[in-house]
């Protein structure tokens, strides 16, 4: 089982709003990846988290404040986003950092 | 600076036939390579690795190549089929604890039946 799952599927919020998106996993995976997909473009890379520490912060914006309540959940909390920040935002975890990263759904956003 | 470069953005074949796709890199440092596709709206799904220790890692219809001194991999699909019709992407990764995976910008492949 390779099943990285991630909620809410979709997303529309307004630049004033608070929302979190939320990833989960139940492979036993000790890291834990936020990544940011803009259209026709690959997948960049924002936070990494490894057996629950931050150990990549990507020059992301304070706007995003990612979180590891434990080692089978990876929230991102959202707030005070801007317009370019609408994209697919993408979940993935790996055994242990460097191994293969599987990735979940992820979570159309859409900031007005 | 694209360290992980797919120049090809679109390639068309026909079903049964073999689908080559490939990518090139630049960092020397890096040493595991993986493809993944991706369908629209979804997650990129792994579909194989190679580490730098091989040069050929086969599973079921899909084969990657490695050739390290032109810094090159391909992925070879045979017999293609209408459900490969998809975006690929090739990404690296470079050394023991890096966690950093560098995406190329993907090949838009379509399986005409």
């Known amino acids: 089982d390779t099943e990285v799952t991630q909620t809410p599927k979709h997303l529309v919020m307004g630049m004033t709003n608070k929302k979190s998106l939320k990833c989960e996993q139940h492979?036993?995976?000790?890291?834990m990846y936020w990544y940011k997909q803009k259209a026709k473009k690959p997948p960049e890379l924002m936070f990494v988290y490894s057996y629950e520490k931050l150990s990549i912060n990507e020059s992301v914006p304070s706007r995003f404040s990612p979180e590891c309540p434990n080692s089978s959940l990876l929230n991102l909390h959202l707030h005070a986003l801007q317009p370019e920040d609408s994209a697919l935002y993408l979940c993935?975890?790996?055994?242990?950092?460097?191994?293969?990263?599987?990735f979940g759904p992820g979570t159309r956003l859409t900031v007005l | 600076d694209q360290q992980v470069k797919q120049n090809s953005p679109s390639l068309s074949v026909q079903e049964g036939r073999i689908s080559i796709l490939n990518c090139d890199y630049t960092n020397s440092m890096f040493d595991y390579f993986l493809w993944y596709k991706k369908y629209p709206a979804e997650g990129p799904t792994f579909l194989i690795s190679i580490s730098s220790i091989k040069d050929k890692n086969e599973d079921g219809r899909f084969t990657v190549f490695l050739n390290k001194s032109a810094k090159h991999l391909s992925l070879h699909i045979v017999p293609s089929q209408p459900g490969d019709s998809a975006v690929y992407f090739c990404?690296?990764?470079?050394?023991?604890?890096?966690?950093?995976?560098?995406f190329g910008t993907g090949t838009r492949l379509t399986i005409i039946p």
């Open positions: 993935a975890s790996s055994l242990l950092t460097a191994d293969t990263q599987y």
């Open positions: 492979m036993g995976h000790r890291a």
């Open positions: 990404a690296a990764s470079a050394g023991v604890g890096n966690e950093k995976l560098t």
